[in-house]
């Protein structure tokens, strides 16, 4: 027999679970990580305060270098702030 037969059962799907049950993606362990309160990522250079201190430093006409060289930071991480600080006003 080269073909089933209509009534042999062929694309019927007999005694399954719902879809749900057939296949289970495991967890990543990063998502795990993530519910247990793990940070991910680089720690910042700079805290909150001194992020403060360094756009009122540069507010104030202080050049971006010097206040970089204050904070022992490169130039580029002030400017970062500078952008954030900017994007949330």
């Known amino acids: ?15 399954r679970k719902s879809g749900s049950d057939l296949f289970r993606v495991p967890e990543r362990p990063e998502l795990a990580a993530k519910k247990r309160g793990v940070k991910f990522g680089r720690k910042p250079k700079l805290t909150p305060e001194q992020v403060v201190l360094a756009l009122r430093m540069v507010d104030e006409g202080q050049p971006v270098p010097q206040v970089a060289d204050a904070f022992g930071v490169h130039e580029t991480t002030i400017y970062r702030c500078l952008s954030a600080a900017e994007a949330a006003a």
């Open 1 to 15: 027999m080269l073909f089933p037969s209509p009534d042999s059962g062929f694309g019927e799907q007999r005694n």
